[in-house]
């Protein structure tokens, strides 16, 4: 593996380490909130260097519907990401306090929840186009469907906690705050944020099978398995459990 690859993995992990990290608000509180996100902001510029290549090529070559769903996930990952940064240093106390005032407390504040949810989901979906990586490198097809049965208990339990903890409020504006449980072990906070991180991966890479199978005619039928899974992964999800 070439170092450069080495590399990008390397930050690939230390971002979404740091983004669980900083989801768990409740479990590292103001001070290291703050430092995490500086992190997140650093770590996303030097993604960006190491990735430049990507942006050269966003002009060449023809454009398949999974290009067009990557290319649309990014942009906005990196918009979400800059929206983010901004409204929290803008309201921040220890980091960069010299950024406050600058827009009304109560706009930066829910921008800040609303677009640090979104770059949470966004995320989550950058993961799930790249999944297939993975998976490329299991040769033996029972660890695959093995992978694939665990991985859609996770899902179905990732989505019923996204769509039960309010997420979505925040991500459509409708919360100016978040409520957090703060009597939750801070174990059981950074696994359910992997939960619903990987819900979303695995919708993406359900997404991304989906449209690579549609093209040929001989592999219709998985591609209506991929969809029927994706479905049915979301809807159990969002079905009342308890």
């Excluded at 966004?122 to 093995?146: E, P, Q, Y």
């Amino acid at each position: 593996m070439k170092k450069s690859t080495i590399a990008k993995r390397i930050i690939d992990v230390a971002l979404t380490v740091t983004l669980l990290l900083l989801m768990a608000f409740q479990v590292t509180e103001q001070l290291a909130h703050e430092w995490l996100g500086i992190t997140m902001f650093a770590l996303t510029i030097v993604h960006q260097i190491l990735n430049r290549k990507f942006y050269a090529s966003i002009f060449k070559g023809k454009y398949s519907p999974l290009r067009i769903l990557q290319l649309t996930v990014n942009i906005l990952l990196l918009l979400s990401f800059v929206c983010t940064a901004l409204s929290g240093m803008m309201m921040s106390r220890f980091a960069t306090p010299f950024m406050n005032g600058i827009l009304p407390a109560s706009i930066v504040r829910q921008g800040h929840l609303a677009m640090s949810h979104w770059s949470f989901v966004l995320m989550g979906l950058h993961l799930g186009l790249h999944f297939g990586i993975i998976t490329s490198k299991l040769k033996n097809r029972t660890a695959k469907i093995i992978l694939g049965i665990v991985m859609t208990g996770i899902s179905v339990y990732g989505f019923y906690l996204f769509f039960r903890s309010g997420m979505l409020n925040y991500m459509l504006f409708k919360n100016p705050f978040a409520f957090l449980d703060y009597s939750k072990a801070w174990w059981l906070v950074i696994l359910e944020n992997l939960a619903m991180l990987l819900a979303w991966g695995f919708a993406a890479y359900l997404l991304s099978l989906f449209l690579r199978s549609i093209k040929k005619k001989e592999n219709r039928k998985a591609a209506l398995l991929y969809a029927l899974l994706l479905v049915a992964v979301v809807v159990i999800g969002i079905i009342e459990l308890d």
